[in-house]
Protein backbone atom coordinates (compact mmCIF):
# COMPACT_ATOMS: atom_id res chain seq x y z
CA UNK A 1 0.00 0.00 0.00
CA UNK A 2 2.77 2.09 1.40
CA UNK A 3 4.26 1.91 -2.44
CA UNK A 4 0.85 2.53 -4.39
CA UNK A 5 0.84 5.92 -2.62
CA UNK A 6 4.29 6.75 -3.57
CA UNK A 7 3.77 5.74 -6.81
CA UNK A 8 0.58 8.13 -7.34
CA UNK A 9 2.44 11.40 -5.71
CA UNK A 10 4.39 12.16 -9.20
CA UNK A 11 1.45 11.44 -11.09
CA UNK A 12 -0.68 14.14 -9.23
CA UNK A 13 2.93 16.26 -9.05
CA UNK A 14 2.80 16.14 -13.04
CA UNK A 15 -1.45 16.43 -13.34
CA UNK A 16 -0.30 20.12 -11.53
CA UNK A 17 2.65 20.68 -13.42
CA UNK A 18 0.04 20.25 -16.91
CA UNK A 19 -2.74 22.39 -15.26
CA UNK A 20 -0.32 25.44 -14.26
CA UNK A 21 1.31 24.99 -18.06
CA UNK A 22 -2.46 25.27 -19.73
CA UNK A 23 -2.88 28.22 -17.50
CA UNK A 24 -0.27 29.93 -18.44
CA UNK A 25 -0.31 29.30 -22.43
CA UNK A 26 -3.73 30.95 -21.73
CA UNK A 27 -2.44 33.72 -20.14
CA UNK A 28 0.04 33.90 -23.06
CA UNK A 29 -2.36 33.54 -25.82
CA UNK A 30 -4.70 36.37 -24.63
CA UNK A 31 -1.55 39.33 -24.08
CA UNK A 32 -0.09 37.92 -27.77
CA UNK A 33 -3.34 37.55 -29.34
CA UNK A 34 -5.42 40.06 -28.71
CA UNK A 35 -9.74 39.17 -28.50
CA UNK A 36 -11.53 39.87 -31.95
CA UNK A 37 -14.15 42.07 -30.41
CA UNK A 38 -11.39 44.20 -28.88
CA UNK A 39 -9.93 44.83 -32.68
CA UNK A 40 -10.56 48.05 -34.73
CA UNK A 41 -12.95 47.51 -37.42
CA UNK A 42 -10.41 48.89 -39.96
CA UNK A 43 -6.64 48.25 -39.07
CA UNK A 44 -4.27 51.41 -38.68
CA UNK A 45 -2.00 52.73 -41.54
CA UNK A 46 1.39 53.00 -41.56
CA UNK A 47 1.25 57.00 -40.69
CA UNK A 48 -1.16 56.18 -37.49
CA UNK A 49 0.97 53.51 -36.36
CA UNK A 50 4.73 55.70 -36.74
CA UNK A 51 3.40 59.33 -36.93
CA UNK A 52 1.94 61.49 -34.30
CA UNK A 53 0.10 63.86 -36.78
CA UNK A 54 -0.44 67.53 -36.19
CA UNK A 55 -1.91 70.20 -38.53
CA UNK A 56 -1.29 73.63 -39.43
CA UNK A 57 -4.70 75.09 -40.49
CA UNK A 58 -5.29 78.17 -42.54
CA UNK A 59 -1.44 78.77 -42.41
CA UNK A 60 -0.95 82.13 -44.12
CA UNK A 61 -3.78 82.36 -46.20
CA UNK A 62 -7.26 80.84 -45.68
CA UNK A 63 -7.23 76.83 -46.87
CA UNK A 64 -3.66 76.60 -47.01
CA UNK A 65 -4.11 73.31 -44.60
CA UNK A 66 -0.94 71.53 -44.10
CA UNK A 67 -0.13 68.45 -42.15
CA UNK A 68 2.91 67.81 -40.05
CA UNK A 69 3.68 64.06 -39.19
CA UNK A 70 6.32 63.54 -37.02
CA UNK A 71 8.02 60.25 -36.07
CA UNK A 72 9.48 59.23 -32.60
CA UNK A 73 12.86 59.73 -33.79
CA UNK A 74 11.91 63.64 -34.60
CA UNK A 75 11.80 63.78 -38.11
CA UNK A 76 9.05 65.44 -39.48
CA UNK A 77 7.25 64.87 -42.70
CA UNK A 78 5.17 67.69 -44.15
CA UNK A 79 2.65 67.84 -46.65
CA UNK A 80 -1.07 68.69 -48.04
CA UNK A 81 -3.75 68.32 -45.34
CA UNK A 82 -6.71 66.76 -47.19
CA UNK A 83 -8.90 70.13 -46.60
CA UNK A 84 -6.11 72.34 -48.46
CA UNK A 85 -7.70 74.20 -51.28
CA UNK A 86 -5.69 73.09 -54.21
CA UNK A 87 -6.49 69.93 -53.68
CA UNK A 88 -10.71 71.16 -53.87
CA UNK A 89 -9.78 72.77 -57.23
CA UNK A 90 -11.41 71.60 -60.28
CA UNK A 91 -8.60 68.49 -62.22
CA UNK A 92 -6.34 68.60 -58.36
CA UNK A 93 -2.51 69.47 -58.66
CA UNK A 94 -1.63 69.14 -62.34
CA UNK A 95 2.08 70.45 -61.66
CA UNK A 96 4.61 70.86 -58.61
CA UNK A 97 7.64 73.10 -59.00
CA UNK A 98 10.56 73.13 -56.47
CA UNK A 99 12.27 76.44 -57.86
CA UNK A 100 10.70 79.08 -55.14
CA UNK A 101 12.95 81.92 -56.55
CA UNK A 102 16.18 82.08 -54.81
CA UNK A 103 16.82 78.59 -55.33
CA UNK A 104 15.31 75.37 -56.31
CA UNK A 105 14.67 73.29 -53.47
CA UNK A 106 14.98 69.62 -55.69
CA UNK A 107 18.26 70.20 -56.27
CA UNK A 108 19.25 69.93 -52.69
CA UNK A 109 21.86 67.25 -51.95
CA UNK A 110 21.87 66.33 -48.11
CA UNK A 111 25.12 64.02 -47.37
CA UNK A 112 26.11 61.91 -44.39
CA UNK A 113 25.00 61.33 -40.89
CA UNK A 114 25.83 64.68 -40.22
CA UNK A 115 23.23 65.82 -42.66
CA UNK A 116 25.49 67.96 -44.64
CA UNK A 117 24.39 70.94 -46.67
CA UNK A 118 20.75 70.56 -45.24
CA UNK A 119 19.34 73.84 -45.20
CA UNK A 120 17.75 75.67 -42.13
CA UNK A 121 14.53 77.08 -42.82
CA UNK A 122 11.40 79.03 -40.99
CA UNK A 123 7.94 77.63 -40.90
CA UNK A 124 7.17 79.96 -43.58
CA UNK A 125 9.71 79.67 -46.00
CA UNK A 126 8.12 78.76 -49.23
CA UNK A 127 9.17 74.90 -49.78
CA UNK A 128 7.78 74.39 -53.06
CA UNK A 129 4.74 75.56 -55.81
CA UNK A 130 1.97 73.55 -56.63
CA UNK A 131 -0.93 73.87 -59.96
CA UNK A 132 -3.90 73.19 -59.86
CA UNK A 133 -6.61 74.92 -62.42
CA UNK A 134 -4.83 77.47 -63.29
CA UNK A 135 -3.76 79.04 -60.05
CA UNK A 136 -0.11 78.67 -58.20
CA UNK A 137 -0.45 77.87 -54.28
CA UNK A 138 2.80 77.70 -52.28
CA UNK A 139 3.58 75.26 -49.29
CA UNK A 140 5.25 76.40 -46.71
CA UNK A 141 7.64 74.47 -44.39
CA UNK A 142 5.61 74.56 -41.43
CA UNK A 143 8.24 73.75 -39.18
CA UNK A 144 11.47 75.26 -38.56
CA UNK A 145 14.13 73.28 -39.13
CA UNK A 146 16.87 71.58 -41.02
CA UNK A 147 15.06 70.77 -45.13
CA UNK A 148 16.96 66.66 -45.44
CA UNK A 149 14.51 65.97 -48.36
CA UNK A 150 11.87 67.38 -50.98
CA UNK A 151 9.77 64.41 -52.73
CA UNK A 152 10.66 64.99 -56.40
CA UNK A 153 8.88 61.95 -57.37
CA UNK A 154 5.88 64.82 -57.68
CA UNK A 155 7.86 66.38 -60.81
CA UNK A 156 6.90 63.52 -62.82
CA UNK A 157 3.71 62.54 -60.11
CA UNK A 158 2.52 65.35 -59.33
CA UNK A 159 -1.01 63.60 -59.58
CA UNK A 160 0.41 61.79 -56.27
CA UNK A 161 -0.92 64.37 -54.58
CA UNK A 162 -4.16 64.07 -55.64
CA UNK A 163 -4.34 60.23 -54.86
CA UNK A 164 -2.05 59.89 -52.08
CA UNK A 165 -0.99 63.41 -50.37
CA UNK A 166 -1.14 61.71 -46.80
CA UNK A 167 1.68 59.21 -48.41
CA UNK A 168 3.24 58.88 -51.31
CA UNK A 169 2.71 62.25 -51.97
CA UNK A 170 4.65 64.03 -49.01
CA UNK A 171 6.23 67.39 -50.04
CA UNK A 172 9.31 67.03 -47.86
CA UNK A 173 11.34 65.93 -44.85
CA UNK A 174 12.10 68.73 -42.01
CA UNK A 175 14.23 67.65 -38.59
CA UNK A 176 13.64 70.48 -35.85
CA UNK A 177 16.12 70.91 -33.24
CA UNK A 178 14.46 69.05 -29.96
CA UNK A 179 14.66 72.53 -28.42
CA UNK A 180 12.14 74.09 -30.91
CA UNK A 181 9.71 71.14 -30.83
CA UNK A 182 7.59 72.36 -27.86
CA UNK A 183 7.06 75.48 -29.08
CA UNK A 184 6.29 74.21 -32.51
CA UNK A 185 3.80 71.67 -30.93
CA UNK A 186 2.23 74.45 -29.59
CA UNK A 187 1.35 75.86 -32.91
CA UNK A 188 0.06 73.30 -34.37
CA UNK A 189 -3.75 71.25 -34.34
CA UNK A 190 -3.76 67.91 -33.10
CA UNK A 191 -5.40 65.18 -35.71
CA UNK A 192 -8.67 65.35 -33.33
CA UNK A 193 -8.63 69.02 -33.04
CA UNK A 194 -8.28 69.26 -37.01
CA UNK A 195 -11.12 66.76 -37.70
CA UNK A 196 -13.72 68.89 -35.76
CA UNK A 197 -12.10 72.18 -36.82
CA UNK A 198 -13.09 70.87 -40.96
CA UNK A 199 -15.90 68.81 -40.40
CA UNK A 200 -14.47 65.20 -40.70
CA UNK A 201 -15.11 62.00 -39.81
Not at 52 to 65: E, N
Not at 135 to 144: G, L, Q, T, W
Not at 150 to 155: A, F, S
Request: hydrophobic share 35%; aromatic share 6%; glycine share 8%.
Amino acid sequence: MEGGGEEGEPLQSDALVKMDKIVEDEELRSLLIPDVKDLPSIPPSAVESNFVRYYASDFLKPGHDQYVYRHANGLCVVGLAPSHVALREEGGVTAVNFNVGKSDRSEMKVTGKRKRNAQHFDAKTSLCKVCANGKEFIVRCCVKGSLLEVNDRLLKQPDLLNSSAEREGYIGIIMPKPIDWPKIKDSLLSHEDYKKLRGLS
